[in-house]
T-cell receptor
């Protein structure tokens, strides 16, 4: 275990549903990340939070809405998703974005299927 | 923008043998970090090894070592004495030392490694 947990582990939702993904880290880190992992494609960075402030949004559609209430928790709110949004959503954390060589610690991911 | 290429979608190795996974990258920067991450089936992705570009010495971590060729922009991972537990998807990643969005991790598409008993 890496100290980063994600719930739920699996999620099936319709295109009109609203759901949220949760990530929690127990490592005392200050930076948290959301990635999308699709089959046979590189991981795509979606959002970055540093000290609870969003520092990056990589042109993610507005149907994905992140929330970071504190440095230990990160949410991804989902609404009116499309079937092409089906993927593994990974959360990661790192001490901070101050050091380029720092390791990111990944959660187990939420496998999302949009019908 | 930096790109990372893993040209081997799948590889296999016999248990106890050695396998090398290839990774090339494209950058105009002189200093950066390179990483290999491992993602076992249904398990969390973890860091395998890290290399700082300004260090000429290749990084090693037990049975894992890299062959870092800066001029060729190549960063291969060698796994010696392969074990069944090494079976996983392996991702190569690049991280700039520049400020701002350029410092995000850029991943390759991964290599699925199968270890045969």
């Amino acid at each position: 275990e890496t100290g980063v947990t994600q719930t739920p582990r699996h999620l099936v939702m319709g295109m009109t549903n609203k759901k949220s993904l949760k990530c929690e880290q127990h490592l005392g880190h200050n930076a948290m990340y959301w990635y999308k992992q699709s089959a046979k494609k590189p991981l795509e960075l979606m959002f970055v939070y540093n000290f609870k402030e969003q520092t990056e949004n990589n042109s993610v559609p507005s149907r994905f809405s992140p929330e970071c209430p504190n440095s230990s928790h990160l949410f991804l709110h989902l609404h009116t998703l499309q079937p092409e949004d089906s993927a593994l959503y990974l959360c990661a954390s790192s001490p901070s974005r101050g050091a380029s060589g720092e390791t990111q610690y990944f959660g187990p991911g939420t496998r999302l299927l949009v019908l | 923008a930096q790109t990372v290429t893993q040209s081997q979608p799948e590889m296999s190795v016999q248990e106890a043998e050695t396998v090398t996974l290839s990774c090339t990258y494209d950058t105009s920067e002189s200093d950066y970090y390179l990483f290999w991450y491992k993602q076992p089936p249904s398990r969390q992705m973890i860091l395998v090894i890290r290399q700082e570009a300004y260090k000429q010495q290749n990084a090693t971590e037990n049975r894992f070592s890299v062959n870092f060729q800066k001029a060729a922009k190549s960063f291969s991972l060698k796994i010696s004495d392969s074990q069944l537990g090494d079976a996983a998807m392996y991702f190569c990643a690049y991280r700039s030392i520049s400020s701002g969005s350029a410092r995000q991790l850029t991943f390759g598409s991964g290599t699925q490694l199968t270890v045969l008993p």
